[in-house]
């Protein structure tokens, strides 16, 4: 059974820092392209950061430099490391585990809440 779980999210003030992780089960995660999105309320889902199997690492518009994607494939886990928070951060926070190729499979997690204000 996959399972897909983040953690870590909460509430911070403008400025702080908050460290995301999205720890996976059943899947052979050292293959799978680890991504994490956000949403707010009445807003489409939108993209934040991926990276893939390799390493490889892209970020959403405007948020490369406060935040950084990360993977530990020892631990099937991957990582969001937020800093410098504003409220315009404050969404729930998806992950998503895709492979690529002839047969795509993808798994969503359930979502952790980022909330930011002072």
């Known amino acids: 059974q996959v399972q897909i779980v983040e953690s870590g999210g909460g509430s911070v003030q403008p400025g702080g820092s908050l460290r995301l992780s999205c720890a996976t089960s059943?899947?052979?995660?050292?293959?799978?392209?680890m991504a994490w999105y956000r949403q707010v309320p009445g807003k489409e889902r939108q993209f934040v950061a991926v990276?893939?199997?390799?390493?490889?690492?892209d970020y959403g518009d405007s948020l490369k430099g406060r935040f950084t994607i990360s993977r530990d494939n020892s631990r099937s886990t991957a990582y969001l490391q937020m800093d410098d928070l504003t409220p315009e951060d404050t969404a729930v926070y998806y992950c998503?585990?895709?492979?690529?190729?002839?047969?795509?499979?993808?798994?969503w997690g359930q979502g952790t809440q980022v909330t930011v204000s002072s």
């Open positions: 990276i893939l199997s390799g390493g490889t690492t």
């Open positions: 059943g899947i052979l995660f050292r293959i799978y392209a």
């Open positions: 998503k585990a895709q492979t690529y190729g002839t047969d795509v499979k993808t798994y």
